[in-house]
């Protein structure tokens, strides 16, 4: 190896720890704010969307997916929408609430945008997203339940707000379920 190359890894090695040292430091003093209701700034609005599509890219590359067409599947996936998410992700034809304007990333319209790739959105819902308000639903709910909600999530862009409530009153109405433990 030249001397040129080993002076660029040197420096390259330098620096980077200069900037590791900079950032912790930075972060020592509680120079970056956490506040929600504080912009992240552009290195964090760019950066952690990056870093979370490639974690989860990652981790939902080895999940089967089940057939997901199944109506009681959709209708019980429905059911566990309109009790755990509508809070955060609305439902058709549902304005914005109280909660959603002091969330910080703000959480996605899932009915407003096109459905993800059912293994990713297994993913989400059954490990949530750290730092996000997501929670690991996983925790509470078996991979059943997820996989209902998931089949449930590839329909809601297509529903109007009267197909999304007929749906749901279609349910018991009961989010029902046991707790799961996962040790």
């Known amino acids: 190896m030249s001397d040129l190359v080993k002076g660029m890894l040197v420096g390259a090695g330098a620096l980077m720890l200069f900037l590791l040292v900079l950032g912790g430091g930075l972060a020592a003093l509680g120079a970056f704010s956490v506040a929600a209701d504080e912009p992240a700034g552009a290195?964090?609005?760019?950066?952690?969307?990056?870093?979370?599509?490639?974690?989860?890219?990652?981790?939902?590359?080895?999940?089967?997916?089940p057939r997901l067409d199944d109506a009681v599947m959709?209708?019980?996936?429905?059911?566990?929408?309109?009790?755990?998410?509508?809070?955060?992700?609305?439902?058709?034809?549902?304005?914005?609430?109280?909660?959603?304007?002091?969330?910080?990333?703000?959480?996605?319209?899932?009915?407003?945008?096109?459905?993800?790739?059912?293994?990713e959105q297994f993913w989400i819902v059954k490990h949530g997203i750290a730092m996000t308000g997501m929670p690991a639903w996983g925790v509470t709910h078996s991979d059943t339940e997820i996989w209902n909600i998931v089949a449930f999530l590839q329909k809601l862009p297509r529903l109007t707000p009267e197909q999304y409530r007929a749906l749901v009153k279609s349910t018991s109405g009961q989010h029902d379920h046991e707790h799961h433990d996962h040790d």
């Open 43 to 65: 290195l964090a609005d760019m950066v952690l969307p990056f870093v979370r599509e490639q974690a989860i890219d990652a981790r939902a590359d080895d999940i089967g997916v």
């Open 74 to 119: 959709i209708a019980e996936g429905a059911e566990h929408y309109e009790a755990m998410c509508t809070g955060c992700h609305l439902a058709p034809g549902m304005g914005e609430n109280e909660m959603r304007p002091g969330m910080n990333p703000k959480p996605p319209l899932l009915a407003r945008m096109p459905a993800e790739e059912p293994a």
